[in-house]
């Protein structure tokens, strides 16, 4: 049994596992139906649930069909309609989901509730987004980059904008990986420095910068996120000191030439990232999402399978 809560315990040679086992299941299901089972149904008779604190499109589409494509069911749980919204602790949840199914996976509001989720669960957990990181992002991330012709190693990533928790996931593969990471942000919107130091100790590196011209200058990528994420109460704020770190077409050109944009999504166009951008040549990010759906695939293969 595996969690899935964060890339940093993880070692390069099992996150290659995952990355690889996203590819061939892509690969396998070339001209099928979407809703038929792998051949091999590695997950059959397994249930997945996900309890979502937080809206999601993404996320709970993708994973619903990973555990059907593997051969599996699933059952989902909003914040509402679970005890945990009436005081249940986070632990006896754990506990008890642990009884009816095979494997969780929690998008929260905090990280240290998904780890502690996982502390008293006696099946699977893994992290479909917190405050802190996004990992099941980050696989899709590579993987998109990786099919799209980019070699990791060795190549430069840029972030522009809030150093959020997909630029902390950003630091904390990079080292795993072997790229090079530079972010620019406002000051204020810095990026978690434990994760910077931590980064640069396992030898990665990390530069990091106030102007986005700098940071993109050399990438192969350039990667944006929403300025303003589900729960900012400052959104006038955000979208004011953000400004000036809008992706443009002037921005990408200041990067290598044929360098890929990429975003999570949902985006929103003249904010983060201008029209003729995202929706342009050099953008992967319909590609990135479809391939949330074979990244959750192999997560939950080695949460469940190893």
Not at 62 to 80: H, Y
Not at 248 to 257: H, P, T, Y
Request: proline share 4%; charged share 25%; hydrophobic share 40%.
């Amino acid at each position: 049994m595996n969690h899935f809560l964060d890339l940093w315990p993880m070692s390069s040679g099992e996150l290659r596992s995952i990355l690889n086992n996203a590819k061939t299941r892509k690969a396998a299901r070339k001209g099928l139906p979407k809703g038929t089972v792998d051949k091999d149904a590695p997950l059959a008779g397994h249930t997945l649930a996900m309890i979502f604190e937080k809206n999601s499109t993404r996320t709970r589409v993708s994973f619903d069909m990973a555990i059907r494509q593997l051969g599996g069911t699933s059952l989902i749980l909003t914040a509402t309609d679970s005890q945990i919204s009436r005081g249940e602790s986070i632990e006896d949840t754990a506990r008890v989901m642990s009884r009816y199914v095979d494997a969780v996976m929690m998008r929260a509001n905090r990280h240290a509730d998904v780890e502690a989720f996982a502390q008293f669960a006696s099946v699977p957990v893994i992290n479909g987004l917190t405050d802190k990181s996004h990992p099941c992002q980050i696989i899709a991330d590579l993987q998109t980059l990786e099919e799209a012709g980019v070699t990791l190693k060795g190549s430069r990533i840029a972030w522009v904008g809030d150093g959020n928790n997909m630029a902390n996931t950003f630091i904390h593969a990079a080292p795993k990986f072997g790229f090079s990471l530079s972010i620019a942000t406002p000051a204020g919107y810095d990026p978690d420095m434990k994760d910077v130091e931590r980064a640069r100790a396992e030898q990665g590196r990390i530069d990091l910068f106030r102007d986005p011209k700098q940071a993109v200058a050399g990438a192969d990528v350039v990667v944006a996120d929403t300025f303003v994420s589900m729960g900012d109460r400052d959104a006038d704020k955000r979208l004011a000191d953000l400004g000036d770190y809008k992706v443009s077409g002037e921005l990408m050109r200041a990067a290598n030439g044929g360098a890929k944009f990429l975003h999570c999504l949902p985006a929103h166009r003249g904010e983060e990232v201008d029209a003729d951008v995202i929706d342009g040549p050099q953008s992967l990010v319909f590609d990135e999402a479809e391939n949330r759906l074979h990244a959750q695939k192999a997560i939950l293969e080695w949460c469940l399978r190893g």
